[in-house]
């Protein structure tokens, strides 16, 4: 039953805090603030929400929203350590469980002091998924996701012809789209010629291939499409979601095809689900720890073929009036760095309408990815 | 004050790829059931599933798969290296190992061959570094 997850289940709600750097708040604030924006968003009380997935390395348990929201029965706590995969991850299993009637309402939160807090670089060491990469790459100086990615950056370009002028494009397009956002952190515009002069940081990659440190919180809530369409905002359907797990998950060095990422397993089934092909996307919210990264999944979901991606970026608009507008919030890239939660969030608005000044015209299918923890990929395909 | 550096953990099952190090030898594990060579270290054979292993040392040659420079140190105790050139080399042995690219005016390149030598950073840490063959 390939397609037994077709459309059984929407978003119902959705909740951002400010994106800052610094945000005077604890990281489990955040997410109680991002989740009571959500809860209201959908006409709920928190007394409702019977499921929760927090991040996984996050630093708040399902117990904290019993407590704090005085939920009498909770019926499913799990975690999905995918990194920035997470959020598509707990969708799945969000989806999987209201399914089969483990619960009703499941709330996904995220809430992070990623810029005040411990930064990625320092923090990556300690968790669990990156234990053989701790183990073996840190030691000798491969510390942070940037360098490990620099190694898959590079490949991509002596292979197949990529170009920097190509993460250029892509960071240039998603930087014009956070100028546009109230709610972004990254408020000027950027020309290429400051995307090919800033530092490098670990070649290929340089600043403005990077993604942001940022503060915040952002949170969904998952139910029936049937409950769904009883409640408050419009419900924004999961047509398709899936997640992926690349050959060699924990360590780049050892994967065969170190220019594929499990996004390349995932989108096969997301779009099956779906019943929808590449072409059909109005829009879509690509996760961009990194530039190279977009080029990457945009071939690994099919958008063009592999070792085609840098061709197919400089051919193609992803601006606000393109065929597929990519990144209409700015992406982790210009908007905030909030675990790909607020790739999620952005795409529901632009489905529901509520896009604002980023509104792509007549969005109906939309498409929103993860990715993260050295590989593991998450698409889910919605649309209004 | 002196930054504390980035440590591996050695365990029961890698202990004694560190100890090679250690002792100048690369060592890899072999599926002592198959025969397949295998890394990063792990307790089970993907091919035959067999936890059977011996540890073999590496002729130390191989060839560039990829590269980076990293011009940010990302942790303390690095920042004096800068730049590092990080190589990611197919050994001849059909597996992948990560290590600092060595040697006066060496630009790296897909497809250079290289060696393996070792560093001894301190009593407890002996890393790998290539040099161009
Ligand atoms: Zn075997």
């Known amino acids: 039953m390939p397609n037994s997850l077709f459309e059984k289940c929407a978003i119902s709600g959705i909740g951002e805090t400010a994106y800052v750097r610094g945000s005077g708040k604890s990281e489990t604030a955040l997410q109680m603030e991002a989740s009571l924006k959500a809860i209201a968003d959908a006409g709920l009380s928190p007394k409702d929400i019977d499921g929760v ?16 929201f005085g939920i009498a029965d909770l019926r499913l706590s799990a975690t999905t350590p995918l990194g920035g995969a997470s959020c598509l991850a707990a969708v799945q299993l969000a989806v999987g469980a209201i399914v089969a009637g483990i619960a009703n309402h499941v709330l996904i939160p995220i809430g992070r002091n990623g810029y005040s807090g411990a930064r990625i670089g320092s923090r990556v060491q300690q968790l669990p998924q990156f234990r053989t990469v701790g183990e073996y790459e840190m030691p000798l100086g491969q510390i942070a996701p940037a360098q ?10 002596e292979m197949f012809g990529t170009k920097s002028e190509h993460f250029g494009k892509i960071a240039v397009t998603f930087r014009d789209h956070a100028t546009k956002n109230g709610n972004a952190l990254m408020t000027e515009p950027m020309t290429l010629e400051q995307h090919q002069t800033a530092r490098m940081i670990s070649d ?26 009883d409640l408050k905002s419009q419900p924004v359907y999961i047509m398709g979601v899936a997640e992926g797990h690349p050959d060699s998950p924990s360590a780049i060095t050892q994967r065969p095809d170190i220019t594929t990422l499990g996004t390349a397993k995932a989108a096969p089934r997301a779009f099956g689900m779906a019943g929808v092909d590449r072409k059909d996307i109005d829009v879509a919210e690509i996760y961009d720890c990194f530039t190279y990264i977009v080029l990457c999944q945009l071939e690994d979901m099919g958008f063009c073929k592999k070792g085609e991606g840098g061709d197919f970026v400089a051919s193609t608009s992803f601006g606000l009036d393109g065929p597929m507008p990519v990144n209409t919030h700015g992406g982790l890239l210009s908007q905030a760095h909030i675990i790909g939660m607020n790739h999620i969030v952005e795409l529901v608005k632009q489905l ?15 498409l929103v990815t993860g990715y993260g923890d050295m590989g593991d990929g998450g698409v889910a395909i919605m649309r209004s | 004050m002196e930054v504390e550096r980035v440590r591996p953990s050695p365990n029961e099952d890698t202990k004694p790829y560190w100890d090679g190090l250690k002792e100048g030898r690369l060592l890899f594990q072999k599926c002592g059931h198959c025969g397949a060579i295998r890394h990063y ?6 091919k035959c599933f067999s936890m059977d292993v011996e540890w073999i040392e590496s002729s130390g040659k191989g060839t560039v798969h990829t590269w980076t420079v990293s011009q940010h140190a990302f942790h303390p105790s690095f920042k004096g290296d800068l730049p590092m050139t990080f190589v990611t080399v197919d050994m001849d042995e059909g597996v992948r190992v990560a290590a600092r690219l060595r040697g006066k005016d060496v630009e790296p390149a ?19 570094v290539f040099y161009p063959q």
């Open chain 1, 53 to 68: 997935i927090p991040y996984a390395t996050g630093s708040a348990v399902a117990e904290d929203f019993i407590t704090n």
């Open chain 1, 352 to 366: 529901r309408g509520q896009g604002g000044k980023m509104q792509v015209k007549d969005a109906k299918i939309g």
């Open chain 1, 204 to 229: 290929p990659l340089r600043l403005f291939d990077c993604c942001l440190e940022s503060d915040g919180g952002a949170a969904v809530i998952v139910s029936s499409s049937e409950r769904a369409r």
């Open chain 2, 110 to 128: 897909i497809g250079m061959p290289v060696r393996v030598a070792f560093e001894q950073l301190d009593n407890d840490l002996t890393v790998p």
């Open chain 2, 41 to 46: 270290p792990r307790q089970v054979c993907d």
């Open chain 1, 148 to 157: 490990l990615y620099a190694h898959m950056a590079r490949r991509h370009m």
